[in-house]
């Protein structure tokens, strides 16, 4: 009973296995994909004295050598992961040129190349046939697991053998779905010494080479039994055997494998030296080139290949035959059939090697070398490598390498600074015009005259209840609100808690009422501002005796949110008394103003809610003589709800949509990030050569795999598999990144689909949440354009001390770039801002359909929509070495998430909109842009736009990103050394990208360096002395 229930549990597992397969296979070959299964190698980065550097390193490839598009494959999805084995999608669909491959004897068994019993004919789909590339490796001795026998999964092509043993069988879905578990869940032996290592679905082009009689090759190795027959008389044959389903007739030594190995490898050498598409090969015991008129499938050589073949190889030219000896030192053997029992010999002599000919078309093993068919001289060896003798005859190199197009047509020439020019100039701007400050920064202002816990009560409070990814929260004080500083048109909100001096009052009423260059007026709330606050702000009787009192505790009612007991800081103002409106005064006149009192004490009649608005304008100021938010007492969720309630309906502030407490104690700090975002793991992403050269560079810098970020306080660790992570999983400080595994929520085929660079985002670490970007590149050194991608950050940095919003739909990368000091940009490090930010708005108007989206550059290094809302922005860090500059750079862009300003794909929206046409819709309009795809394009044109710097192309670089600024002829005030300041017009930047200035009535020209804000570098702009 318990076998029966445990046989049919297996049953049912092994065929939602095969149709598991089946599907995800079927799913991606229908998308024009191949589809790999490969054994992962195991990597070792530790201490290895056995190996030269006392370094190893080993990481899988991508897709097989045998590909001639390898170059190009770039992993997609994971579909299945069987401990070490890897099943994955593969971009574009891999392709094997068969033309230097040897094709598998047409019937009857066989012993060479590999065991094969050809007279069980596999009956397969050929509607829906699929070729399939398996890659065997070399083992010293018998591999572990069980024999497959390949031609019971169908039909057997073409083999070649260099490092790996590789052939092709031709096939369907159901046999390669037995043949892909039959690989996941064992180790499939092609023979003894021959391991599967891959399964790979390709297509196939060209016709492999005829060899004509391999049965006449001696071969000293294991042959295989025909399948046991059971009672009924019936074979028993699954696909795979058992060792002790095969009698040995005389194994090879370790000698006679390693002599079969070069021999298969000498066959697939001879293969590799008849020039595809022109001939093909014949033999006998020498190896010779034939004409191709032997087989119907290729063409007659040309005159000029005859020519060029019998200069270059120096052999006898006859009327229908070139001959050419390709192998060395191969004697004449005596060797019996392959039928009989080798004979034993001596492992310390050579294996004697048959003579391997070119002849009627395909590849012969003969015992008497042939003489020219109409000649009477031998035909001569060649000496010198089969290496060498490719190298000289001048054949194809493969796709990509010719002058021809995908389509066999010669490419036309293309202006190679095509990059430099902008395609579609952008719409012209007012004469002096600079960014607008119609629409506030997302920037809220937090002034707190209290403790630290009240500040950090507040800032939660405030987060909670503001729309998620909206705004951005920074700490002040009073003294920088009173200065000069330009907080006021880089702020949607001040907000303060605690007692003001009345030295806030101006700047608060200049910033509500909108008075900063036409700017709309500004928002502010008081939480407890103090008597002698309000009453120079509300000069009237109402509040000309207000008095401070001690704390207490007040009872709220705001509308349907009754009795509330919060912390109470009591005027002795009566609601009765509160005028309708009111005069202020501010710097430049007086504005009228509207009170409403929202909420009273209910026991005193106190007004505890008081709203002032501008009559003129948007402005207003909230005084709140509650403590709302965390802190507040029992009521935190409902006061939460309040201050919700009072941004949105009062302040025209975005709210969120369900606030909720922050909880104060994490379960585990260090793995939450801010807004309550749950820090993943990385992902190594690149050409398996790359981070091999990556891994090792770092080798002296693991400790136990792992890598100390000192500056970024980061430490990373490189994992094989998720069996490695520790438990406690990503946190704050520590990056866990997976070598083997593609993400989930980054397309790798999008990405590398697009990317075209040489160093330049090759290799990326990706994580869909982590702290900064930057952080992980804050170390020593890593390596020349590495790439850090983040799907959302939670501290992401911007200039000075700034932050960067880092929402979900928002681009965020840094590079590392490492820059010779004695090159232009090496001698010029400021100028890389302002040719990163070049590169991401060029990179997007060179995306067919976006040329005509309004974007511009803001100096030193804000991308914007237009001249009002800014959607990025670059940072830049830099440190020196001995003969270089490493620039880490950073930058952030609004792609496809519309807050907290707009987004790109808003601007392709609006487009399409203004056309008339619905994007997607009858192949019409511009299809929104993905992240993968604008920072693929943007490494594109930042690695153009580096080379062409430091390629003496500066003038046409600067031409470009004067076609995209915002401040031609555009009015700035600067100040002179003595303090004396003075209106002057933006002429450019100089060769170091700092801003140059025209005073008025002067005709100098100065450069002029910021005088250090963090809210607008063009206002405060300071002349240095010399």
């Known amino acids: 009973m318990l076998f029966t229930i445990y046989y049919v549990a297996a049953t049912w597992i092994q065929s939602w296995r095969l149709n598991y397969l089946k599907n995800r296979v079927n799913e991606y070959l229908v998308r024009n994909a191949s589809v790999v299964l490969y054994q992962v190698p195991e990597v070792d980065i530790s201490s290895d004295a056995s190996v030269e550097g006392g370094f190893t390193v080993q990481v899988p490839s991508v897709s097989s050598s045998y590909c001639i598009n390898k170059d190009v494959a770039k992993l997609g999805d994971l579909l299945w992961n069987v401990g070490s084995k890897r099943v994955y999608s593969l971009f574009p669909k891999q392709i ?136 009924s008389g019936e074979e028993v044959d699954d696909g795979s055997m058992s060792r002790s389903s095969f009698t040995d007739i005389a194994a090879m030594s370790p000698m006679q494998w390693k002599s079969h190995i070069e021999l298969l490898q000498n066959f697939s050498q001879a293969a590799d030296e008849t020039p595809s598409g022109e001939i093909t090969l014949a033999a006998d015991r020498s190896i010779s080139v034939v004409p191709t008129s032997a087989s119907p499938r290729r063409p007659e050589p040309s005159e000029a290949l005859k020519d060029s073949l019998k200069a270059l190889y120096n052999f006898k030219m006859d009327e229908d035959e070139i001959r050419l000896e390709v192998l060395k030192g191969i004697t004449p053997s005596n060797g019996s059939s392959s039928k009989s029992p080798a ?80 395609k579609c100039p952008a719409p012209p701007l007012p004469q002096g015009s600079s960014p607008q400050h119609g629409k506030k920064p997302p920037n809220i202002l937090i002034l707190c005259t209290g403790s630290q816990d009240v500040a950090v009560q507040s800032k939660e409070a405030l987060e909670a209840a503001l729309q998620k990814h909206k705004y951005v929260l920074y700490s002040t004080t009073q003294a920088e ?67 401070d009192s001690l704390e207490s505790k007040g009872v709220v009612s705001y509308k349907q949110w009754k009795g509330l007991k919060l912390p109470h ?78 941004l949105s309906s009062h302040l025209g502030l975005s709210a969120s949509s369900s606030p909720s407490v922050p909880s104060s104690v994490s379960s585990s700090p260090s793995s939450k990030g801010g807004q309550g975002a749950t820090f993943t793991n990385g992902y190594f992403l690149g050409r398996h050569e790359l981070k091999l050269e990556f891994l090792s560079s770092i080798k002296d810098r693991l400790k136990e795999n792992v890598l100390p970020i000192n500056g970024g306080g980061l430490s990373l660790k490189f994992c094989q598999s998720i069996a490695d992570i520790p438990k406690s999983g990503a946190t704050s400080s520590f990056l866990p990144v997976l070598l083997h595994t593609c993400p989930p929520k980054f397309s790798t085929v999008e990405y590398f689909e697009n990317l075209q660079t040489e160093s330049i985002g090759r290799l990326v670490i990706y994580s869909r949440i982590l702290t900064s970007t930057m952080n992980v590149l804050s170390g020593p050194v890593l390596h020349h354009g590495l790439a850090v991608i983040a799907t959302q950050q939670t501290e992401g940095k911007g200039r000075s001390s700034n932050v960067w919003l880092s929402p979900e739909g928002c681009g965020m990368f840094s590079l590392q770039l490492v820059l010779p000091d004695t090159s232009y940009l090496g001698r010029h490090a400021p100028l890389l801002q302002h040719i990163i930010a070049l590169s991401v708005v060029s990179a997007i108007n060179g995306i067919p359909g976006c040329e005509e989206l309004d974007l511009r550059l803001k100096w030193p290094n804000d991308i914007y929509a237009g001249n009002s809302d800014k959607i990025g922005g670059v940072i830049v860090n830099s440190t020196s070495t001995k003969n270089s500059l490493v620039c880490n750079v950073g930058c952030g862009l609004n792609i496809s998430n519309s807050v907290p300003t707009v987004c790109v794909n808003d601007l392709i929206k609006n487009q399409n909109k203004s056309k008339g046409i619905v994007a997607n819709k ?105």
């Open 922 to 1026: 009858d192949g019409k309009g511009v299809a929104p842009l993905t992240v993968e795809k604008v920072l693929a394009r943007t490494f594109n044109q930042l690695e153009k736009l580096i080379d062409a710097v430091q390629s003496d192309k500066v003038d046409k670089v600067m031409k470009l990103y004067y076609d995209y600024w915002l401040h031609s002829d555009a009015e700035v005030r600067v100040s002179f050394p003595s303090g004396q300041t003075q209106s002057g017009i933006i002429t450019g930047i100089d060769t170091f990208g700092f801003l140059q200035v025209k005073p008025s009535g002067s005709s100098s020209v100065f450069t002029v360096h910021p005088d250090g804000n963090s809210f607008d570098m063009l206002q405060g702009l300071i002349i240095p002395k010399k």
């Open 481 to 547: 609100v009173c200065s000069r500083t330009p907080w006021a048109d880089n702020t949607s909100m001040l907000f303060t808690h605690g007692r003001l001096n009345g030295d806030m009052v101006k700047p608060i009423l200049n910033y509500m009422s909108g008075s900063n260059d036409g700017a709309e007026g500004g928002r502010v709330w008081c939480v407890c501002p103090g008597a002698e606050f309000l009453r120079l702000l509300l000069p009237c009787p109402a509040f000309s005796n207000a008095k």
């Open 96 to 231: 094997v040129d068969l033309s230097q491959w040897i094709s598998f004897k047409d019937k009857g068994p066989s012993v060479f190349p590999i065991n094969t019993d050809t007279d069980n004919t596999v009956e397969i789909d050929m509607e829906n046939k699929i070729d399939v590339l398996i890659e065997a490796a070399f083992l010293d001795g018998q591999g572990p697991g069980e024999f497959a026998k390949i031609d019971s999964y169908g039909v057997l092509k073409a083999w070649k053998a260099s490092a790996h043993f590789g052939l092709i069988l031709e096939t369907d879905m159901e046999h390669l779905a037995r043949l892909g578990l039959c690989f996941l869940f064992g180790h499939p032996n092609i023979q003894d010494g021959m391991e599967i290592i891959r399964l790979e679905t390709v297509s196939c082009s060209g016709y492999p080479c005829k060899l004509l009689n391999p049965d006449s090759i001696p071969m000293p190795r294991t042959i295989r039994q025909r399948p046991q027959e059971n009672e």
């Open 569 to 646: 800081c009591s005027l002795g103002v009566r609601a009765s008394d509160v005028p309708p409106t009111l005069e202020l005064a501010k710097s430049q006149g007086k504005f009228n103003v509207t009170l409403k009192v929202l909420a009273t004490e209910d026991t005193s009649h106190e007004p505890v809610l008081l709203l002032i608005s501008s009559q003129s304008g948007a402005g207003k100021i909230l005084i709140s003589m509650v403590k709302l938010g965390t802190g507040s007492g029992e009521s935190e969720q409902k006061c939460l709800e309040v201050m919700n309630d009072l």
């Open 343 to 422: 004979k034993d010999v001596d492992a310390k002599k050579a294996e004697p090697k048959p003579n391997i000919s070119l002849q009627d078309g395909a590849l012969v093993v003969g015992e008497k070398p042939v003489a020219a068919s109409s000649g009477p001289e031998p035909a001569k060896s060649i000496s010198g490598s089969a290496s060498t003798a490719s190298a000289k005859s001048g054949s194809p190199k493969g796709p990509g390498s010719a002058t021809t197009s995908s389509k066999g047509s010669t490419s036309a020439p293309q202006d190679e600074d095509a990059f430099l020019t902008r």
